[in-house]
T-cell receptor, first 115, second 118 residues
Framework: AQTVTQSQPEMSVQEAETVTLSCTYD???????LFWYKQPPSRQMILVIRQEAYKQQNATENRFSVNFQKAAKSFSLKISDSQLGDTAMYFCAYAGGTSYGKLTFGQGTILTVHP | GAVVSQHPSRVICKSGTSVKIECRSL??????MFWYRQFPKQSLMLMATSNEGSKATYEQGVEKDKFLINHASLTLSTLTVTSAHPEDSSFYIC??????????????FGPGTRLTVL
């Protein structure tokens, strides 16, 4: 079975600085997708970024980028120029290529951005 | 992006009663919907996967007679918590999977329902 591990229960960062959230996963599948979701205090799940395993290039979305290390099964999220609105719980998630939508979530990391 | 709604957003009920939560995909057809349960400061726990017109697939440890799921159309899935007890109090989130101009399905989340059983 696939597992996703986030080893940082809580992180904090100063506004305008950069922070990296860690995620490792375990799978025997060759085709899969990885995601980072943000859950702010409103508890609405928001997709931050998505990476397709067969793509070597790391995905980027504005201030958010990932470091995808397929061999190491590592998928970290870097947030640049942190903003107060980035304060949220962040979840790393995995979807197998044949599972079509079924997500396996990590434990989550609570990120607090301080002014 | 695609929108998924949940109703109600908050419900308080007495122990022993049943509660129904609706999940709707507003602007796309969702062949698959998922139901999650989340405790405070914890991750989402998948309860079941529902496909339109067929029986839901429940995750191990989830009581199918307790949590009834119906997926009657491509835009509506319902979760009924039967004979609710205080331990069923939680935040329930649904998501809908669909192809929105992409080659692989994306999962879109509803805003969640907070259930409190007295």
């Amino acid at each position: 079975a696939q597992t996703v591990t986030q080893s940082q229960p809580e992180m904090s960062v100063q506004e305008a600085e950069t922070v990296t959230l860690s995620c490792t996963y375990d799978t025997s599948e060759s085709n899969y997708y990885l995601f980072w979701y943000k859950q702010p205090p409103s508890r609405q799940m928001i997709l931050v970024i998505r990476q397709e395993a067969y793509k070597q290039q790391n995905a980027t979305e504005n201030r958010f980028s990932v470091n995808f290390q397929k061999a190491a099964k590592s998928f970290s999220l870097k947030i640049s120029d942190s903003q107060l609105g980035d304060t949220a719980m962040y979840f790393c998630a995995y979807a197998g290529g044949t599972s079509y939508g079924k997500l396996t979530f990590g434990q989550g990391t609570i990120l607090t951005v301080h002014p | 992006g695609a929108v998924v709604s949940q109703h109600p957003s908050r419900v308080i009920c007495k122990s022993g009663t049943s509660v129904k939560i609706e999940c709707r995909s507003l602007d796309f057809q969702a062949t698959t919907m998922f139901w999650y349960r989340q405790f405070p400061k914890q991750s989402l726990m998948l309860m079941a996967t529902s496909n339109e017109g067929s029986k839901a697939t429940y995750e191990q440890g989830v009581e199918k007679d307790k949590f009834l799921i119906n997926h009657a159309s491509l835009t509506l899935s319902t979760l009924t918590v039967t004979s609710a007890h205080p331990e069923d109090s939680s935040f329930y989130i649904c998501s809908a999977s669909g192809f929105i101009g992409t080659s692989q399905p994306e999962q879109f989340f509803g805003p969640g329902t907070r259930l409190t059983v007295l």
